[in-house]
C-alpha cells in the first residue's frame, strides 16, 4: 500500500507542473523558475480567443481612423479642385467675351474701312461679313504697332518736357558761394605777391611806362586810380598796387562770368544775352535756364578748344591769360618798377603764369556752372564798374556809382567816409535772379523793393525788366514777369576816398 502511495506522489507533481506551464498565471523568469503574476483564481475563466478579439477590435479602430482621414483628405481635393475649376471657368469666360468683343470691333473696322460685296439682286437676306482669323491677327498687329507708335512718342515728349522743366542745379548756392570766395582769396594771393615781390624796386624817379600801358589801364580802372599809380610812392606801402592789381584781375575775369558765352564774336554775344533776358522774363524759370544751358554748351563746344595746335588760333581763356599778363606789366610799369623780371613778359609769365592759369580755370569752372548747371534761378557774378570802364572793358565816361551799403561792402569800413564815389572792385559778389509770377499793374518799371528795374546792372548793362502786362495782352504776347534778386554775397570796393587812407 505504501508502495501505491509513493507512486501517486512520484506521479502526480508532473502532472501538476505540465499544469502550471500551459497556465498564463506563471510566467518563467529569466533564471527558468515560474512566478506567479495574478491570482490563481482567474485561472479557471481564462480564456485565448478574448485576447485575440480584442486585437481585431483594435486593428479594426486603426483602419476605420485611417480610412476616416483618407476620405478628409479626398474631400478636401475635391473641393480645392472645384474652386481651382471654378476660377478657370470664370477665366475662360472672361477670355471668350474679350475674344467676342475683339472679333466685333474688328469685324465693325473691317466693315467700315473694306467695300462690301456685291450682293446678287435675286437675293433675299443680306450677307454679313465674316473676317477670318488672319484679318484679326492683322488688325491686331496694326493696333499694337500704332499704340506702340504712340506711346514712343508721348515717351519723347515726356522726357523733353522733363528736361526743360527740371529744377535741379549742378551746385548749391552755398558751394557757388565757397567757389567765388576761392576765386577772389586767389585773385588776392596773386595781388599780394606781386605787390611784395617788387616793391622794393618801384622808383618814382623812373618812368619805364609807355602810352599803351595807360591805356590799358584807364580803360580797366578809370582814370582816377590810374592817376593814383603814376603819381604815388609805392616803395614804403604797396597797397595802392596790390589793389590795383585785384581791380584789373576783377575785371579782366568778370568779363568771362558777365559774357553769355566767352570767346564768342561781340555781336553774338550780346544778340544771345538780349534773347536770354527777355526769355528770363517772359517763359519759365526752368525752360529759361535750360535753353541757356543747351546754347552756352553748343556754343562753347564750337570755341577753338585749349591747348591749340600749332597754327590754329588760340582758345579764348589761352588769349585772356595773355591780356592778363599785359596788364599786370602795365600796373607795375605805371607804379615805377625797375626790375627787368617786372617789366618784361617771359620773366613773369615764368614767375607768376600758374597763379594766373589757376584763376583762368577758376573763372572757367564758376561760369559753366552758373550759365549751364543752374537750373532754379540765374546767379549772377556782381561788380561794380569803375568811372570810365564798363563791365565789357569799353570806355564808359558817363557812369558813376556811388557806394551803396546795401548792395556794396567797403574795404576801409570805419575808416574814411562813405559817402563816397566806387573806385574799383576788388573782390567778386553774388546775386540770384528768380523770375516770380506775373505782375498786374502796366508801369514802365518796377519799384525799388528788391525787385530789378531799368537802371543799370551792378556790371554795368542795363536790364530793363518792366511789367508791360497790358501791352502785352493786347498785342497777343505773352505778359512778362517780375523779377526777384537775391543778394548773397557784397561785392567789396574801394572807394576815391581811399586816397587820403594810403
Not at 321 to 348: F, H, M, Q, W
Amino acid at each position: 500500500m505504501n508502495s501505491l502511495w509513493n507512486f501517486l506522489d512520484w506521479i502526480l507533481p508532473s502532472v501538476r507542473l505540465s499544469d502550471d506551464l500551459e497556465d498564463p498565471y506563471y510566467a518563467l523568469t529569466d533564471d527558468g523558475f515560474s512566478v506567479a503574476t495574478r491570482p490563481r483564481s482567474h485561472y479557471a475563466s481564462y480564456d485565448p480567443r478574448r485576447d485575440w478579439t480584442r486585437d481585431s477590435l483594435r486593428d479594426r479602430d486603426q483602419r476605420q481612423r485611417a480610412a476616416v482621414q483618407e476620405r478628409e483628405h479626398d474631400r478636401q481635393r475635391i473641393q480645392a479642385l472645384e474652386r481651382e475649376n471654378a476660377a478657370l471657368h470664370q477665366r475662360l469666360a472672361t477670355l471668350e467675351h474679350d475674344l467676342q468683343s475683339a472679333r466685333q470691333s474688328v469685324a465693325t473696322f473691317s466693315l467700315l474701312s473694306s467695300p462690301m460685296p456685291p450682293t446678287p439682286a435675286s437675293a433675299n437676306t443680306p450677307q454679313i461679313y465674316k473676317p477670318t482669323p488672319d484679318s484679326i491677327n492683322e488688325s491686331l498687329m496694326s493696333s499694337y504697332m500704332l499704340a506702340k507708335r504712340a506711346l514712343h512718342e508721348r515717351n519723347e515728349e515726356v522726357a523733353s518736357l522733363k528736361s526743360f522743366l527740371s529744377k535741379t542745379d549742378e551746385w548749391s548756392g552755398a558751394q557757388l558761394i565757397q567757389a567765388l570766395r576761392d576765386l577772389n582769396s586767389e585773385i588776392m594771393q596773386l595781388a599780394a605777391s606781386v605787390a611784395e615781390e617788387f616793391s622794393p624796386s618801384l622808383d618814382r624817379r623812373v618812368d619805364l611806362s609807355r602810352q599803351s600801358d595807360r591805356e590799358l589801364v584807364n580803360s580797366a580802372l578809370g582814370p582816377i586810380m590810374t592817376n593814383l599809380l603814376a603819381t604815388r610812392d609805392h616803395v614804403g606801402d604797396p597797397t595802392l598796387v596790390q589793389f590795383a592789381i585785384q581791380a584789373w584781375e576783377v575785371c579782366c575775369v568778370g568779363r568771362v562770368l558777365d559774357a553769355f558765352c566767352f570767346g564768342l564774336p561781340a555781336e553774338i554775344d550780346q544778340f544771345l544775352s538780349s534773347v536770354f533776358e527777355r526769355m528770363h522774363r517772359i517763359e519759365p524759370q526752368p525752360t529759361t535756364s535750360r535753353w541757356r544751358a543747351l546754347t552756352y554748351m553748343h556754343a562753347r563746344a564750337l570755341l577753338p578748344p585749349s591747348p591749340h595746335a600749332p597754327g590754329t588760333p588760340p582758345s579764348p581763356f589761352q588769349a585772356l591769360n595773355e591780356t592778363n599778363l599785359r596788364g599786370l606789366l602795365a600796373i607795375l610799369a605805371l607804379s615805377g618798377c625797375t626790375d627787368s623780371r617786372g617789366v618784361r613778359r617771359d620773366p613773369l609769365r615764368t614767375r607768376f603764369g600758374a597763379s594766373i592759369a589757376r584763376i583762368s580755370e577758376r573763372t572757367e569752372r564758376i561760369a559753366s556752372v552758373v550759365k549751364e548747371g543752374t537750373m532754379s534761378g540765374v546767379f549772377e557774378i556782381t561788380w561794380v564798374g569803375s568811372k570810365g570802364a564798363g563791365a565789357d572793358g569799353a570806355r564808359r565816361d558817363k557812369v558813376e556809382r556811388w557806394f551803396d551799403w546795401a548792395t556794396m561792402e567797403n574795404v576801409y569800413a570805419g575808416h574814411g567816409s562813405d559817402r563816397s564815389k566806387v573806385l574799383c572792385t576788388v573782390e567778386f559778389g553774388l546775386a540770384c535772379v528768380r523770375r516770380e509770377g506775373w505782375t498786374s499793374t502796366e508801369d514802365d518799371s518796377v519799384e525799388d523793393d528788391g525787385r530789378m528795374d531799368s537802371t543799370p546792372r551792378v556790371n554795368g548793362h542795363t536790364t530793363p525788366v518792366t511789367n508791360g502786362n497790358g501791352r502785352a495782352a493786347a498785342n497777343g504776347v505773352k505778359p512778362e514777369g517780375v523779377l526777384t534778386r537775391s543778394l548773397l554775397m557784397k561785392p567789396k570796393v574801394l572807394l576815391e576816398s581811399v586816397a587820403d587812407l594810403v
